[in-house]
């Protein structure tokens, strides 16, 4: 029905692979609040070195809602230039109206990536029902150049991609998968299961629940924990899929408490001090969002040392 | 401890007052999505002839997270262009990031603004402390060369705005007052309770429970209804300054039903439907937002009916 | 349709009037976590002497979930044998099963109550819609020899009690009203609206929110805080009947933090050490509630002392 | 500390090993709502038949807060005496208070319980911090002569044990494992993480989630689903436990909307309708549990069909 059937011609035979392990990594910011392309770089060329599937721009964690359209397709380009083109590049491109989606989109695909990521919009919550989500993401579909992921993460958003408007839009040729990022895995299963006939890639958002959601059918996972331990969660996707489930389980346990502490309890300024202590350049975060206290940097440090990573 | 004071020394002795009653202001589109200014002009005309206090433009229900930043501030221009001078201008200026609202503030005070309404921001939730929020807050308001208008909306924000960072933000000579739309009468009697020596001014964020905002120390309402039942808020307005409760509390009564069918139950969909059934303009919604189904529109039509309205 | 038309032939003509303010009250223990008899007739002679209307035996503040059905019912013997006979005695005879509410009902009314409080089921909460629910209260409304008065309290509950149930219930002759302790100031209203015909009485179910209450139609309070305040309470319930709004609300204000603090924050272990530190008997809590710690006592005396009541 | 050490003297070596599945048996009810011992024996005679680990009696499923006390203890001695001796019955006792749980948990014991299932109490929630429920744990399990299930059951009680809680109770000798029907597997992660050295013993406490939880570290699981596909979920056990994982999501998937059904979307009364098309006896339920609409028949109806169980 649109764009994309003419320029790309996706069918199920070529879809896109989506397995493996991604990074949303973080956007570095100077002192003065401005994104450092050059601390970016250096994280990149790092994260070259790890066996990650590709990479995803401007997922929450990239502080997203804080950069202008100007500067989130910008750093899209800036990723995709220091990237070694076998890496897939996956763009958030989500914003509050269809239209601004739809354009965005377009310019994500310009700027080399290789597919987007599309959140739920959320403002008018009450309103973002199944039969207003669908149409949603039917428009930006239709009109994308490339392939459209789901993007739903309530923590965020207070709003879950319902499971009949995920069933509904699998059945898009141009959309490939669902990051969940919910962490409900009687959910994930459901999706998985649902979705069976028309080859959906499921990503988990969250490291949390990577190796459950491999367990129940999900094809890899998108987690702001990569972004400090990249090569253990790519271990863990080494071990769920050769079916090395006891190794990890171990592993898995260890990632629980460092996961929740850059996510849930502590955010994307404990993301960040993280990265800087493995070695990776965390940087400011742009102002709302404040510096950790002093307290927060211990229990985040604890987090990490319990677990045997300091 | 910024521009605003040298550029429009504001003391407690000059404090804007706020008021009144004042129409959170819809934006028609046409049928292709566009601005319709024309028809945007055609009903502040109509506002015009009503004892509103002033409008809010770039509330929730003027669709602003559907707007681009230019159509914000143009949409701004044009309200000031066609309304009396006498009538405030308030203009939702909130963005996610403190460096972009600092901007828009500033373009909406060019633009002529006489107050802005800075919405909490609310994407990363679970790290908007009191601590966050007041600090955004207060480099936003030390800024800016208008009054900041502070403005709690935990049904599209998911956030309420902590009573304790109100009360820390009622001193800063800048924040005038808090439009506060959770409804919950026991916090918004507190507000007053603990401002009441700042001459803080609270604004019931809706017509539910505008005569309770009153009998508890409000000074006004901005309320979506008032797109549609204009005469009849400022009505009730009247009823509650001059102490005709019992008159208030009837007119009050029969509100609740239409206000809820164009808020919380059906949306600006149903705000717009209702404005086309009273004389205005309410015009499409930009999708995601969905045209109501005909169960709503009936639903919609009994909530005014029921009422008296129609 | 049963028992309570034959017995006391209620009428609306001959309705129960509820309207004044009602302590639930507190059940004190001993060390051993015994009913405190003996302190509990102590409070009552107290209570005896403030204009109250009546009190509530068996509200959340008496802990009654902690109370084996034999307990109960002695209460409720032992306040009404020590209660002048003009106060009114309202009964909590809620339970979960509709079978039980039915026997405790009974009684309670043989145990000298004038009236039940009957409390939504609400284990199941996933299937109490407005059919469960009004069937419930319409077989043990049927069955009772005394009026039932409807208890909605969500922050025990997790569940409120649907506007649509109330007004089917109001139209039963033995239901007498609502004790809404939810505190949505635009949802009492609605409900003083739809039953308007059939003389339903609403009473506040905290101090926090009462003055609003009286304001948008409600004729009475249920209020924790009438343990500890109880003749400020009644106090402002005449400046609210006679119409003194400007006093009320300087009041109402002024005892919004102290409620807040011995309901939603600090709950009934607060309660009772503030009905020490004012001259009654408030005892142990029964286990699993704690004692305060240290901490919470200073918050709690603040709370008080900072609006002048300590 | 307490009397479960000297009658029974249970160490870590002799841990009740709790792994497997068990249903939480529904209680059939007669027309006039009285308990049927009859067909509850008729059902216990078919489960009999099946490999569960054993049965839970007086779980959420069993409408025990619909029960008398009496009730309660008669209805475990009837199972107690049906069931072949090697089936374990654990027995649900929690009360709200601490000293009501002390006592039924008493007297299961007495009626044959090989261990008790202990539900957080949850009425006073803003008060069941880690600290009061700490309390009540360890006074239960001080005090029991049988050893204690912790249960979660947040859906019902709007409230989640916390992990740190958990962790607390573990350490307690006659506290062997946890029910968790929340479902959140990164907490169930988690807590078979942090309870690793106290050979703590984690169950589903639901089957749309069995799998994951097995993945994660969990044991076992009390599944209402179990009531009516008891084999099935004894399959899955089977196939988890042998690593068959392929087969075992092929299984689990089919379980997921069935599940669902009998649970969070329709409540007890549709395990019960489900149950006797599986050749079981449902029966009614107690009021306010309302029997299922026409409309909701289908719908349960559709779950099971369309997942190829009918």
Redesign the interface.
């Known amino acids: 029905s649109g764009l994309w059937r003419g320029t790309r011609g996706h069918t199920s035979a070529s879809r896109l692979d989506l397995s493996g392990i991604y990074p949303p990594i973080a956007t570095p910011f100077t002192a003065r ?1 401005e994104v450092d392309y050059q601390k970016l770089e250096e994280n990149l060329h790092k994260y070259a070195q790890i066996p990650f599937k590709g990479l995803v721009v401007q997922g ?1 964690n990239g502080e997203y ?2 950069l ?1 359209e100007d500067e989130r397709v910008e750093v899209v380009k800036a990723v995709r230039r220091s990237l070694p083109s076998d890496k897939l590049v996956m763009a958030g491109s989500g914003c ?5 989606t739809i354009q965005l989109t377009e310019k994500m695909a310009a700027a080399g990536a290789d597919a987007v990521l599309v959140v739920t ?1 959320c ?6 029902d199944s ?3 669908i ?2 993401f039917i ?1 930006v579909a239709d009109s994308s150049s490339v392939p459209v992921v789901l993007y739903s993460v309530p ?2 958003t ?1 709003l879950d991609l319902p499971v009949d408007a995920v069933v509904r839009l699998a059945q898009h040729p141009n959309i490939l998968g669902l990051k969940d990022s919910g ?4 959910r994930i ?2 999706v ?2 649902k979705t ?1 006939r028309q080859d959906f890639q499921v990503l988990a958002g ?1 490291a ?2 990577l ?2 959601a491999y ?3 999900a094809v890899g996972g998108v987690c702001a924990l990569a972004n400090v331990l990249g090569r253990e969660l790519c271990e863990l996707e080494r071990l769920c899929v050769t ?1 090395r ?1 006891d190794e990890a ?1 171990a592993l ?3 990632l ?2 460092p996961n ?1 502490a850059v996510t ?2 502590l ?3 404990a993301l960040k001090q993280a990265m800087e202590w493995f070695g990776f350049h965390g940087g400011a975060c ?5 510096p950790l206290t002093e307290a927060e940097t211990e229990q985040l440090r604890r987090d990490f040392t319990s677990n045997g990573w300091m």
């Open positions: 609040e929450s809602p804080y202008t509050e109206s269809t239209r601004a919009p403002f008018y919550k009450g309103k973002m039969r207003a989500l149409e949603h428009k923590a965020n207070g962490g409900d895995i009687t299963g459901l998985v299961h069976s969250s949390g629940f190796m459950a367990c129940v059918g079916g489930w389980r898995q346990q260890r629980i408490e929740a849930r309890k955010g994307v300024p742009r102002s709302p969002l404040q």
